[in-house]
């Protein structure tokens, strides 16, 4: 039986050639009217089950939440009274800076949303989602041979013999793809004139011609970086695993090239800040 995108929240049951294209999230399919997992019994979607519609909606998050939207819609004529539903359904799914698109009022470019139609309920909102929202971050571009990149808030670098670099990245995107087959990548910091790139590689901002068919771009063995950005280091893969809903990456610092003292972009509470001073 051929399978269509959505399967794994529909009631028709998954067989046929290719079924292990999303692993074990496969069999990890919703029991109405409970809303529980199958296999694990967990309230759905369970971790499985998330990672598994991750694959099958790769690259179209914003189909993967009007799938999820149906779902949740179902879910809430069944569960009567239940707590965070939507907090369930669609607050792990959101695109990363918070809203469809970021609102660049400094710079011109694409604005859809100002505010994200699938922002999760305030009453309802994660804790742990509103601290880390609380905890400013340096935004950074992770790129690798192919070439695929990614914009990545989640950079932590240790000095040591040798120098270690840390980032939790989306298991699911081609920049990890990339990573996973060349062993290597690049990591750029990138400053308040990168904001339209930063959203352009997050999939908040369009690509024509591909993510890297604009803007000034530098090769290198570990993958191409911004002519314009202040510095750059090469890093080695040396381990990855999972880690809470991303993959935590771990790598070896082989060789850093640093150009200018330019002022960083943070990423604050869903959007991206400068430094006052």
Not at 76 to 85: E, F, I, K, R
Not at 243 to 258: H, M, Q
């Amino acid at each position: 039986m051929r399978r269509e995108r959505g399967d794994l929240g529909r009631k028709v049951p998954l067989e046929g050639p290719g079924s292990s294209k999303i692993g074990t999230g496969r069999a990890h399919l919703p029991m109405r009217p409970a809303w529980r997992c199958r296999v694990c019994g967990a309230p759905w979607p369970c971790q499985p089950a998330r990672l598994g519609l991750l694959r099958e909606f790769r690259g179209d998050r914003t189909a993967l939440l009007f799938h999820l939207g149906s779902l949740l819609a179902e879910a809430y004529t069944q569960l009567s009274g239940a707590a965070n539903l939507h907090e369930r359904f669609l607050g792990w799914v959101r695109a990363p800076g918070g809203t469809m698109f970021h609102v660049n009022h400094e710079q011109p470019g694409a604005e859809i949303h100002h505010t994200d139609p699938f922002a999760v309920p305030t009453g309802q909102r994660s804790p742990v989602r509103r601290l880390r929202g609380r905890l400013a971050a340096p935004v950074t571009l992770w790129t690798a041979p192919g070439p695929a990149g990614l914009t990545v808030s989640s950079t932590l670098v240790a000095e040591g013999e040798p120098d270690r670099l840390l980032g939790l990245v989306d298991p699911e995107s081609e920049l990890w793809a990339a990573v996973e087959d060349a062993g290597r990548f690049a990591v750029a910091p990138l400053g308040p004139r990168h904001r339209q790139l930063a959203d352009r590689f997050a999939g908040l901002f369009p690509s024509p011609g591909g993510l890297f068919a604009q803007d000034a771009w530098t090769e290198t063995p570990y993958g191409p970086v911004p002519t314009d950005a202040g510095g750059w280091a090469g890093c080695r893969l040396d381990a990855a695993r999972e880690y809470g809903w991303g993959l935590l990456v771990e790598a070896t610092v082989e060789t850093v090239d640093l150009r200018e003292d330019a002022p960083p972009l943070l990423h604050h509470r869903g959007r991206y800040r400068e430094l006052a001073d």
